[in-house]
C-alpha cells in the first residue's frame, strides 16, 4: 500500500515538474478571470476609504512637454497645499522656505525634538513623478517625518518641467546634500523620499559614491521608480487595480519621460535598480501590496540583500501606490514612520 503511494506521489510530482517545464519553455501568460476586489477588513476606516477610492480621474493623460504638465502640476498643487496647513497643525511642526546655495527648499521643525535628534538632520526628496508636487505640495512627508518621527527635515524644492529637466532635479537635491554634510556629521544624517524621490534617494547615493562624497547613515527610499523601463511584475498584476497610478502607460510614465528628455532611462540615475549597491548604508523600502511599484521596490530590496546591505522592507495591506503619504490620522501612516523613525534611531548616531 505504502509502494504503491509513493509511485503515485512520485508520478504527480514528476507531472507537476513536467508541467512547471513545460510553461517556462513556452512562456505562456497565466490567464487571470476578472474579479472584484474588496477593500481588506482589516485596515482602519481612514485607510480604507483611501483604498476603495475609485481610479484616479486623470491616470490616462499624456502631457509631451514641460509646458503641457504646468497646469496640471498646478491644478493638483492647490488640492494639496489646502491639506498643508492641517497637517502643521496636528503634527506640531513649524515650516520656514529658504534657499540652500540657490537650491530652494523647506526648513521643516517639530515642536519637540527630542534629545537624541538634536544634532540630526534628514533630507528629503519629494515624489510626483518628476512633474509634480511643486512648492508646499511636496511637503506631507517631510512634515509626516518631522511629526512621528521628532527629526528635523530639510525638504528640496527641486526644480521640475518646464523650469528644467534632466538632471536637474538631481543637481539639487545633491547640492543640498553637499551643504547638509559641511555643517552636521554625515553620520547622523538619512536621505528619504516617496516614489520619484524614492528613486532621488537611490540616486543621490550612487552619485555620492561616484564622486566620493560623504554618505548618510541610512536611507528610506518609498516605493521608488527605480525602474523607468517597466520591467517588474507588479506592472502587470497591478495595474488597474493600484488606483493611484493606474497603468504602467499611465501619467506617470509620460512625466518620467519628460524629466528624462531623452536620455537613457536605464541609467542608474532614472532607473537606479541597474546600480552599483555595493556599500550602500542600510535602507528601509516601504511599499504595498496594491501597489504598481511593488516590483521595483521588492528588486531593489533584494539586490541590496545580494550586495551585503542592511535593508527591512515594510509592505502596507492593500494600499496602492504611495498611500502611506495620504493621511495624517490613520493609524497606518503612523506606523509606517515610526517604523522609519525607530530605523534611523537605530543607525544615525547620537
Known sequence: MIGKMSIAIGAALAALAAGFAAAQQQGAPLQ?????????????????????????ANWDIHPKDGAAWKPVAEAGAEALRKLVPGMIERLHVKVE?????GVRAFIVTPDVVTPENRDRVLVHVHGGCYVLNPGEAGLPEALFMAGFGH???ISVDYRMPPEAVYPAAHDDAMTVWKAVTRTTDPRKTAIFGTSAGGALTLAMVLRA???????????????????TTKVGDSFVTNAML???????????DDGAKVYADGHDLKDPMLSPVYGDFTGFPPTILTTGT??????????VHRKLREAGVEAFLQVGEGQSH??????DTAPETRAVFEEIAHFFDTHLTH
Open 32 to 56: 487571470v478571470p476578472a474579479k472584484s476586489v474588496p477593500v481588506p477588513a482589516d485596515v482602519s476606516p481612514q485607510m480604507g476609504k483611501i483604498i476603495g477610492l475609485p481610479l484616479r
Open 97 to 101: 522656505r529658504t534657499t540652500i546655495d
Open 151 to 153: 527629526f528635523k527635515v
Open 209 to 227: 559614491k561616484q564622486e566620493g562624497l560623504p554618505l548618510p547613515a541610512a536611507i528610506a527610499p518609498g516605493t521608488p521608480m527605480s525602474d
Open 242 to 252: 493600484d488606483n493611484v497610478l493606474v497603468s504602467p502607460d499611465g501619467f506617470c
Open 290 to 299: 496594491r501597489d504598481l511599484l511593488l516590483s521595483n521596490t521588492v528588486r
Open 322 to 327: 504611495a498611500q502611506y503619504i495620504r493621511d
